[in-house]
């Protein structure tokens, strides 16, 4: 059992517009962003790529870029979170492109699920069908799921980071969840 | 396992799929974590600058394009005024001066080109022994106008054309023929009384009027005209070309000025008369050592040939001579009938006033409009492409990304 660590609770990052952000301001915002994001970033990234170290990776060259970037971040255009997973997202991406042209074998992905650890049977059993229902979603869905569940989005994030309107993220979302449902709850 | 309560979702029907989801998720490794953690806290920066330095400010990627675009259309534009320059600078900057050295000959051409391109026979090297000096002064004149306006003509080419050709070179000891053509213009209205200074000047420098004609118009447009053949001594003909250039309401349209090298003939002459003088002379001792009447006839007849051909060297030689000190100048005064726009005599411009200051700085501001101009009509274009080729590539990019997603399994 891992030990226990609180979840990031959507830590609203609501620091006035000044005309001149000063250097030590912006990375004291970045601070606050990384130590609000990286748990939910990691796990988003692991649910594109189905990769440990590809995702350690990807992670840390999302939070990379987000720092250089930095100044570039419009308030304006939605929130810091939605921005800093819209970089992970062109990240993961990036990397799912390189392994299409560099690897022409299909690699399995990597075996998340736990192994025998002495936890209850059923909660076994019960994360095992989890897992494999999530394998069985499509890609976008897969990723729908992570952005809504483990980064906790909005559906307004959601369609900023997917370039899609928030309604069509939302119904895009509610199939995904739906789908979801059905194959968790599908007879063995 | 957090608690449900504790997941700040928006949708409430989705309470048990966040569960669901929640207790499957994956926590970053703490070597990786705390190893992340360590690069924020030192910046990205190399693990040698443990003091978290701040990186140095370098300009945006997304500037770097339009700055070397920017750059790139005002070395453009500076080219394009710079070779446009040059062009204004020959028809409308100051008098320009072109020497032209023929090879061999030991003279020196030179022409004066006041605010025009040189004609291209104008910038050949002049071909030995003769040379040719021409002056074109008629730019000052913009056109064709009423000749009614009691205004003077400017001088000032005039002079610069005149000094010009006083600096024809001549080679020490060498026999010239020289002539000069002056073409002048002046109102209808003046014509008679130019043509009279003319004969003044020519007085003045001890030449003769060979031929003259002048026609004075009786309107206040068109028919004036007076044409000259003057014999002027080759000593005077620049003071004489100085001076008619000088005239009061006159304008210099042209002037041209040729030599010829007549030394070799002139040489020549000399050493035939020399020659036949010397016969005679023979002939003379001939004749008094002559004990015959046979040979005292023929010596006589071979002296009179001689003779003959004395003269005939003598009259020759005399001619070129009088070639050689007199030259011919030929003094159109408006030529073809119609006079040029008259000019009003230039003040200095060495002061300062207010009129030339405000000149100037509309010069500057219309240079620097048209240099914003130029570098706008580069940029632009050049800017719409680079934006759509950013666009293009952005596109292909995400549309790249958005099908590496797909095809993930």
């Known amino acids: 059992m891992k030990p226990h660590r609180r979840r990031s609770t959507g830590v609203k990052l609501a620091v006035a517009t000044r005309p001149s952000e000063t250097e030590s301001d912006s990375w004291e915002r970045f601070e606050v962003l990384y130590r609000s994001s990286r748990d939910d970033l990691y796990a988003y990234v692991l649910t594109l790529l189905r990769d440990r170290a590809a995702a350690e990776d990807v992670t840390a060259v999302a939070f990379e870029r987000a720092y250089r970037r930095r100044r570039t971040f419009d308030r304006h255009r939605g929130d810091e979170r939605g921005w800093l997973f819209g970089i992970a997202r062109n990240a993961a991406l990036d990397e799912l492109r390189r392994r299409r042209r560099t690897a022409t074998l299909v690699v399995e992905p990597e075996d998340l699920s736990e192994h025998a650890t002495g936890d209850d049977t059923d909660d076994v059993v019960r994360r095992a069908a989890v897992r494999e229902a999530l394998a069985s979603l499509a890609p976008r869905e897969r990723e729908l799921i992570a952005l809504k569940f483990h980064a906790g989005l909005s559906n307004a994030e959601l369609a900023s980071v997917l370039g899609v309107s928030e309604s069509n993220a939302g119904t895009l979302l509610h199939r995904a969840v739906q789908k979801l449902r059905r194959a968790v709850n599908a007879p063995v | ?409």
């Open chain 2, 1 to 409: 396992m957090r608690p449900f309560d504790e997941i700040p979702f928006e949708e409430s029907d989705y309470s048990d799929v966040a569960l669901l989801v929640a207790s499957v998720r994956e926590w970053p490794a703490d070597d990786f974590a705390h190893g992340l953690d360590a690069r924020v806290a030192r910046r990205f920066g190399p693990e040698a600058r443990s003091g978290g330095r701040v990186p140095r400010t370098r300009l945006p990627r997304w500037a770097a394009g339009p700055a070397v675009a920017l750059v790139a259309g005002v070395v453009a534009a500076v080219v394009v005024l710079s070779g446009g320059g040059g062009n204004r600078a020959t028809f409308n900057g100051p008098v320009g001066f072109t020497s032209t050295t023929s090879s061999g000959s030991g003279l020196v051409t030179h022409a004066l080109h006041n605010g025009r391109t040189p004609a291209p026979s104008e910038m050949e090297p002049t071909v030995e022994p003769s040379s040719t000096s021409t002056t074109s002064a008629a730019s000052g004149a913009a056109g064709i106008g009423s000749a009614g306006t009691p205004t003077e003509y400017s001088g000032h080419s005039a002079i610069s054309g005149a000094a010009a050709l006083s600096t024809t070179a001549v080679a020490p000891g060498a026999k010239q023929i020289r002539s000069a053509q002056l073409d002048l213009t002046t109102q209808n209205a003046r014509v008679n009384q130019v043509a009279q200074e003319i004969f003044g000047v020519v007085g003045a420098v001890h030449g003769t009027v060979l031929s003259s004609h002048i026609t004075t118009a009786t309107r206040g447009s068109g028919g004036g005209y007076a044409s000259f053949s003057l014999s002027v001594p080759t000593g005077s003909l620049q003071n004489a070309m100085t001076e008619l250039s000088r005239l009061h309401y006159v304008a210099v349209v042209s002037s041209d000025n040729s030599s010829q090298n007549v030394s070799h003939q002139y040489n020549s002459d000399q050493r035939q008369l020399s020659d036949a003088k010397a016969l005679r002379s023979s002939l003379l001792k001939q004749l008094a050592a002559a004990t015959t009447d046979q040979q005292v006839d023929s010596i006589k007849a071979q002296l009179k040939l001689a003779e003959q051909q004395i003269n005939s060297w003598q009259s020759t030689l005399g001619s070129l001579q009088h070639r050689i000190s007199y030259s011919n100048l030929s003094v159109q005064v408006n030529q073809n009938g119609l006079p040029v726009v008259p000019v009003k005599k230039q003040h200095s411009t060495s002061g300062f006033t207010i009129g030339h200051a405000g000149h100037d700085a509309l010069r500057v501001l219309v240079v620097s409009a048209g240099v914003a101009l130029i570098t706008l009509a580069v940029l632009i274009p050049v800017g719409l492409v680079a934006a759509l080729l950013m666009w293009l590539w952005v596109w292909l990019r995400q549309r790249r990304r958005e099908q590496a997603l797909d095809v993930a399994s």
